[in-house]
């Protein structure tokens, strides 16, 4: 599906090679409120990552130790906000980034993270009790600090620029937008294929 490094040579000047001394995409990568799921979505880029290697110049991600977040062209951020401190490093992360991509279901709408609007902390925090000793329930440790009982997506904060759902994306969907972001261009088409529709099926003799 992916067949080498297509798409990438619109990302470099004319005539220029990967290994060319060329102007690159700083990029960030971090995530809140998520596993990693989109994080590994990267791997099934395969040799395509190669491609974007010579285009962008990666300067804070999970993996990376750095003592402050520098200004980046693109920032890519996964997860929803379930804490205080995430909706600051979001806030930081905006004053910070030229382009905000919210990358994924849980940066887009919430996705897993947000079941707990559905109950209270306290009903969530609550142990189940021991079908054994349904009396002695043993309680956790208190939490260190308040949590918020909504759980809130990126564009409820700050800015998005680019929605990018998924759970996760597709390494198709993740090749496509970011050259075409690369090359200055909207990954969003301007016109959407019109959608056939579900066939039309009789109606069921009732019994």
């Known amino acids: 599906m992916i067949g080498g490094c297509y798409g ?4 470099l000047p004319p005539n220029s090679s990967i290994g060319e001394s060329v102007k690159r995409h700083r990029i960030a ?36 130790d750095i003592r402050k977040f520098e200004h980046s062209d693109i920032t890519i ?3 929803a906000i379930g804490s205080p401190q995430d909706e600051d490093a979001l806030r930081h992360i905006r004053e910070k980034c030229g382009s905000l991509l919210a990358w994924g279901n849980c940066a887009c709408y ?17 142990p189940p009790p021991d079908p054994t000793d349904p ?8 939490l260190t600090q308040p949590l918020p009982e909504q ?11 680019y929605l990018i759902p998924g759970c996760p994306p597709t390494a198709s969907v993740i090749r496509h937008a970011l050259t075409e972001i ?26």
Request: aromatic letters at 8%.
């Open 8 to 11: 990438i040579t619109n990302l």
């Open 29 to 64: 990568v971090t995530w809140l409120d998520c596993c990693t799921i989109c994080q590994m979505a990267f791997l099934d880029l395969d040799e395509v990552l190669v491609g974007f290697g010579g285009a962008v110049q990666v300067v804070a991600s999970p993996i990376t």
């Open 77 to 79: 951020v996964q997860g």
């Open 110 to 126: 919430g996705g897993l993270c947000s079941m707990h609007n559905l109950a209270t902390f306290r009903h969530m925090l609550t």
């Open 135 to 142: 009396e002695d329930m043993e309680i956790g440790n208190p």
């Open 151 to 161: 759980g809130n997506i990126l564009t409820d904060i700050v800015t998005v620029d």
């Open 182 to 207: 690369f090359a200055g261009r909207n990954p969003i088409p301007d016109t959407l294929p019109e959608y056939p529709g579900f066939p039309e099926y009789p109606t069921p003799e009732p019994y």
